[in-house]
């Protein structure tokens, strides 16, 4: 899938990504190509409800079922529907993504694109009801990065599955669920965990041990916005990985993992961020899936164009910092993709 050449085998195409793949002939055809058509159904639904919180100052919309708080600014998101079809506010994600896999690629690293599905798009009924017709999906717009080479991990289809076993968001949170990062992270080694170097460079560490499910009570950074229920709580389950006890982050492993909040939620301190936990996040369910601890790169509020920032600034302070990775997991929030800036960024300076 590397347009570099080399000795290195490509990343395995796994199931997911074929039917990506697959998805670009079925689906790319039938984009429409001019812009300024008006969003209908869910998305219309999703405008409606971002601008009655605008009227009355909040930045929360509580659902059917008042249990479950949905951030207006993904709602905003949604309402653009088929998004990649209009003008491009902050800049072209597509272009940008595709750029930085080309870029890594050049330094010998592979990249694994993970956006985060917006809650309302995997739980629909809890904001509208039923016949509220279906969210806008993200499938189209991954099936065109799959088409200039980028691996990219489609985790809409694979949490609405999911969401009939246990909750892939958390109801009074802006972030998904713990339940929710073990499953990305199976995604994660599904698609790469064939690759040599993986089976080399793993369990080193013993940082596969995951500990029995429990359940916590936390308070969603949600009920504390305008338009949220101040002081509510919620129970979720957690599994926690590590033995005798979470794996701190390295700074010099083959895997870098970046992104934004959704990259320590459950997982490390991040400053401003309410984690609830520590231990049981996406980044220590890929330790314990690879076997030894990741780098990470966080930042709270933009996991597009900060967060390869920092990996830029890391390569500016470290000559020869990228000569030791192996692969980019790149995970934010899919509300990026129409509220972000995406700006050319290069991996190294």
Not at 23 to 38: F, I, M, Q
Not at 129 to 147: H, W
């Given at each position: 899938m590397s347009p570099r050449p080399s000795s290195r085998r490509p990343l395995q195409n796994k199931p997911r990504w074929r039917v990506l793949a697959a998805?670009?002939?079925?689906?790319?055809?039938?984009?429409?190509?001019?812009?300024?058509?008006?969003p209908s159904g869910f998305a219309a639904l999703c405008t409606a409800r971002v601008e009655a919180a605008a009227k009355a100052n909040e930045a929360v919309v509580p659902g059917v079922d008042k249990n479950w708080l949905f951030l207006s600014s993904e709602l905003r998101h949604l309402g653009r529907g088929d998004f990649w079809t209009q003008p491009a506010t902050g800049g072209n994600p597509v272009a940008v993504i595709s750029s930085y896999q080309k870029e890594l690629a050049a330094l010998g690293v592979d990249l694994v694109v993970m956006p985060v599905p917006c809650k309302a798009a995997v739980y629909p009924d809890k904001l509208a009801?039923?016949?509220?017709?279906?969210?806008?999906?993200?499938?189209?717009?991954?099936?065109?990065?799959?088409?200039l080479g980028v691996a990219v991990i489609d985790l809409e289809p694979v949490f609405r599955e999911q969401r009939e076993k246990t909750k892939m968001y958390c109801a009074s949170d802006s972030h998904w669920s713990p339940a929710a990062c073990q499953v990305a992270a199976e995604q994660v080694w599904a698609l790469v965990k064939d690759r040599a170097w993986v089976a080399g460079a793993g369990k080193k560490r013993d940082a596969q041990v995951l500990s029995p499910a429990e359940t916590i009570s936390i308070t969603g950074d949600l009920t504390e916005l305008p338009g949220g229920k101040s002081g509510a709580r919620e129970e979720v389950e957690i599994v926690k990985a590590g033995s005798p006890g979470p794996v701190a982050a390295v700074a010099d492993s083959p895997v870098v993992l970046i992104g934004d909040s959704h990259t320590v939620v459950f997982s490390a301190p991040a400053g401003a961020i309410r984690i609830h936990c520590v231990g049981a996040g996406l980044r220590d369910h890929l330790q314990a899936k690879f076997g030894f601890p990741l780098t990470v790169l966080a930042n709270a509020s933009s996991g597009g164009d900060r967060a390869r920032s920092l990996a830029r600034d890391k390569a500016a302070a470290e000559p020869g910092w990228w000569s030791a990775r192996k692969l980019v997991v790149w995970v934010f929030s899919a509300r990026e993709l129409t509220a972000g800036k995406w700006r050319e960024i290069k991996p190294a300076p």
């Open positions: 998805a670009v002939l079925a689906c790319l055809p039938a984009l429409p190509v001019t812009a300024g058509e008006a009801g039923e016949g509220a017709g279906e969210p806008p999906s993200l499938t189209p717009f991954l099936a065109k990065l799959a088409a």
